[in-house]
């Protein structure tokens, strides 16, 4: 869509405009800025409007920013934007925690993201398959056995096993020998019924113990696959204007607070260029956001995996100051998780194309 450079001005205006007060925008509040007369504008933003980049909410109101109109400022208008040192530094002190279990830094990171923004967050660290790395079977008595399980994720899992017969002590460290031998460093995809037969073949095993401990296995890996998932700010979309209807604020923050629902999409929104992502109102899949736009950059969180980091909010959003800040802390999280070799942020690099949501 070939725009006239005052066509572009005029937009591009009215599009900020728009952003920092929530009121539709008129011909007069833009003659200053763009140095042309009111009647002028008028024209421009008439034939704006018939092109479908704005709206005009009502005959006498002036005029709003479609998603068409806000697609085309997100890719072609918007000037790139830097964080502060104030930002950055908030950033980076929170980045430098390497210790911390993965589920407390996106934790912190959710939060930081939407003090930030002004909006709700969410922070996605996808886990690499899990294996086990090591088995501890304890012998309580004839009848009662403990199995510990420490996975390669360094979470540990534990089972009473309560034996309507009775086993020796020997019977149980046998055991744990093959457990050690055959089902360390295997995902639960490869815990087959042929490696089960065949170690209670080496275990002398008739009454299914080996079954048990193998079921119980196969449950703590299961489980490990989940991803580390925080949702924070939700209760920011109430100070919004689009906002003010409580059964349509409750309605987005369910859909947000549920962040099982986010991470569903993920597979079917692909990445943009830098590793960012902006789908504006009618774009989103869910029926949920289709008044809402998201924002989302990934990041690097070694082994072949990918995280994301994101903001939800109205499509009145200021897309170029959240896009700088995901930018950045993707960039820190990248360097945290993968190692020192990650890019930097990626503040003035930010080219983002039009959603290819429907490949």
Do not use: W
Request: a negative charge; hydrophobic letters at 40%.
């Amino acid at each position: 869509m070939e725009l006239s450079d005052r066509k572009k001005k005029i937009l591009t205006a009215l599009v900020e405009s728009y952003i920092a007060t929530a009121e539709p925008v008129g011909s007069k509040a833009l003659a200053g800025v763009i140095g042309c007369s009111s009647a002028t504008i008028r024209n421009e933003m008439s034939e704006l409007t018939g092109m479908g980049l704005l709206e005009q909410p009502h005959t006498s109101a002036g005029r709003v920013p479609s998603p068409a109109g806000y697609r085309l400022y997100v890719n072609e208008l918007m000037q790139r934007q830097k964080l502060s040192e104030a930002e950055a530094a908030a950033i980076n002190d929170k980045l430098a925690k390497k210790d911390e279990q993965i589920e407390q830094l996106m934790n912190e990171v959710g939060q930081l993201t939407s003090s930030l923004t002004q909006y709700p967050a969410y922070a996605l660290a996808m886990k690499p398959p899990a294996a086990v790395k090591r088995f501890d079977f304890i012998y309580v008595d004839a009848n009662t056995f403990i199995v510990v399980v420490l996975l390669t994720d360094n979470t540990v899992k534990n089972k009473l096993v309560h034996l309507p017969f009775s086993v020796h002590q020997e019977q149980i460290t046998t055991l744990s020998s093959l457990f050690n031998a055959n089902f360390t460093g295997v995902t639960d995809e490869e815990i087959t019924d042929s490696l089960i037969r065949s170690t209670e073949r080496a275990a002398g095993d008739t009454y299914g113990l080996v079954a048990v401990v193998a079921s119980f296995t196969m449950e703590c890996l299961a489980g490990a696959k989940s991803a580390a998932m925080q949702v924070a700010g939700a209760s920011h979309l109430l100070s919004q204007p689009e906002f003010r209807d409580p059964d349509k604020a409750h309605a987005l923050m369910n859909f947000i607070s549920d962040g099982g629902r986010l991470v569903s999409d993920l597979p079917h929104m692909g990445m943009e260029r830098d590793g960012l992502r902006v789908t504006i109102g009618p774009e989103n899949l869910a029926e949920e956001l289709k008044d809402s736009s998201v924002v989302m950059a990934s990041y690097d969180t070694g082994d072949g995996m990918r995280g994301y980091i994101g903001v939800v909010g109205p499509t009145r959003m200021d897309y170029s100051s959240v896009a700088a800040k995901l930018s950045y802390i993707a960039a820190g999280l990248s360097r945290l998780l993968a190692g020192p070799d990650a890019p930097e942020g990626l503040n003035n690099k930010l080219v983002l194309k039009e959603s290819d949501r429907h490949e």
